[in-house]
T-cell receptor, first 115, second 110 residues
C-alpha cells in the first residue's frame, strides 16, 4: 500500500481567503487525484494531477478556484481560493501507484470549514 | 460515461448477522471496481478491488465481493457483522480516476 500524508488535517478559514492543502506520498506515483466530499455526500473528483503537466479538471471545477501543483512524483498541492461556506468539505488526495487503476489509495483528508 | 449506483442509503443490521451491500455500475469496458469504507472522521480505506480473474474477491476485515458482469453488479458481503463495521461504505468504478456511489451507511445494533 501507499502511505499518503495530507496537511492540514482540518482547518477553519474565513470566507474570501485561500487554503493550500498538501499531499505527500511515500513513493513515486504517476497520477495523483484530488476529490471533494461535501457534508453527507459522496466523493467527487476535482482534478487529476500529473507531474510536469497542467492538471486536468473535471466538469464544474476550474483552475482559478482550485489551482493545483505537482512539482514532483511524490507531492502535490491543492489550493481552495476565495473560499465561501459552500467550499466547506473534506478534500482528499488519492494516488494510483501502479498507474493501472489497480491501486487507488486515499489520504486521511482535510476537513475544511469556511465561516 | 462511468457511474455507480448504491441503491441502499442506510442499512441496519444486528451484530453477528450477515450483511450485503448492493452496487451496480455502468462502464464502457472491463471495469475496475472497488469497495471503500469510511469510519466517522476517518479517511477512506480500501476493502477490496476487482479488475480481472476470479469474480469472487476476498478483502480485508472478512469482507468479500462478487463481480457479476451480466448484472453489472459488485455486491459486498460479510457473513457476520461486528460492531466495528458500523461505517459508510462506498462502491467505486474506474480505470484511474474513480466514480463513487452515493454510499451506504451501515448501523450495527447490539
Amino acid at each position: 500500500s501507499a502511505v499518503i500524508s495530507q496537511k492540514p488535517s482540518r482547518d477553519i478559514c474565513q470566507r474570501g481567503t485561500s487554503l493550500t492543502i498538501q499531499c505527500q506520498v511515500d513513493s513515486q506515483v504517476t497520477m495523483m487525484f484530488w476529490y471533494r466530499q461535501q457534508p453527507g455526500q459522496s466523493l467527487t473528483l476535482i482534478a487529476t494531477a500529473n507531474q510536469g503537466s497542467e492538471a486536468t479538471y473535471e466538469s464544474g471545477f476550474v483552475i482559478d478556484k482550485f489551482p493545483i501543483s505537482r512539482p514532483n512524483l511524490t507531492f502535490s498541492t491543492l489550493t481552495v481560493s476565495n473560499m465561501s461556506p459552500e467550499d466547506s468539505s473534506i478534500y482528499l488526495c488519492s494516488v494510483d501507484r501502479a498507474g493501472l487503476g489497480t491501486e487507488a489509495f486515499f489520504g486521511q483528508g482535510t476537513r475544511l470549514t469556511v465561516v | 460515461a462511468q457511474s455507480v449506483t448504491q441503491p441502499d442509503i442506510h442499512i441496519t443490521v444486528s451484530e453477528g448477522a450477515s450483511l450485503e451491500l448492493r452496487c451496480n455500475y455502468s462502464y464502457g469496458a472491463t471495469p475496475y471496481l472497488f469497495w471503500y469504507v469510511q469510519s466517522p472522521g476517518q479517511g477512506l480505506q480500501l476493502l477490496l478491488k476487482y479488475f480481472s480473474g476470479d469474480t469472487l474477491v476476498q478483502g480485508i476485515k472478512g469482507f468479500e465481493a462478487e463481480f457479476k458482469r451480466s448484472q453489472s453488479s459488485f455486491n459486498l458481503r460479510k457473513p457476520s457483522v461486528h460492531w466495528s463495521d458500523a461505517a459508510e461504505y462506498f462502491c467505486a468504478v474506474g480505470a484511474d480516476k474513480l466514480s463513487f456511489g452515493a454510499g451506504t451507511t451501515v448501523t450495527v445494533r447490539a
